[in-house]
């Protein structure tokens, strides 16, 4: 089968579970924008001088493949989405950027005034990693607003993107100080 389905020439695309919808749905604004920041901490891992901040990024990466799938899904067939054995964001994996936050608070990293990205390649790619955070944030909350509507959305996804950019934040002025 080729990647190249032509399902898509008519300007729409395929939900989970064979819905389809616009291309410039809510729905897919948000887990595109998830996507595309998915891509950014990819750049942000393969460009980052300590270990232990590209296993962090990998872990984040991990847990935005079930954020995507979770929004890839229309509200209506999440019960069947839980059902099939996929994963949804629970408060556990945003608090486990609570943890990173903390991490690296006590290494005494910065977190006042505005930053000046590109310091070094490193912390340069978090800083763009962490704004592509920032515009997921947005979309995922224009699709909330478009699902107050009558179908509720899972609000924990706005809470892990927030806590996320927070930790984008604090690891990219890391990377500055640490070089």
């Given at each position: ?39 950014a901490?990819?750049?942000a ?65 910065s977190?006042?005034?505005?930053a ?13 990693a ?9 979309r995922?909350?224009?699709?909330d ?11 924990e ?22 070089g």
């Open positions: 089968m080729s990647i190249a389905t032509k399902t898509g020439d008519d300007g729409t695309t395929g939900l989970m579970y064979n819905r389809r919808v616009s291309k410039c749905h809510p729905r897919v604004e948000a887990y595109g924008a998830v996507d595309e920041l998915n891509a901490l990819g750049t891992r393969a460009l980052a001088t300590a270990s232990a901040t590209a296993a962090q990024l990998l872990a984040i990466q991990k847990n935005l493949v079930i954020l995507m799938g979770e929004l890839a899904t229309a509200s209506e067939d999440l019960p069947r989405f839980v059902k099939d054995g996929f994963s949804v964001v629970t408060p556990d994996l945003s608090a486990h950027l609570d943890v990173i936050v903390r991490e690296i608070e006590s290494q005494n990293v977190f006042k005034h505005w000046t990205p590109g310091a070094n390649p490193a912390a340069a790619a978090l800083d763009v962490r704004t592509a955070c920032r515009r997921a944030e947005r995922v909350c224009a699709l607003e478009a699902a107050q509507a009558g179908q509720g959305m899972n609000r996804i706005i809470v892990f993107l927030n806590r996320l950019s927070d930790a984008l934040w604090l690891m990219a002025r890391r990377a500055e100080q640490n």
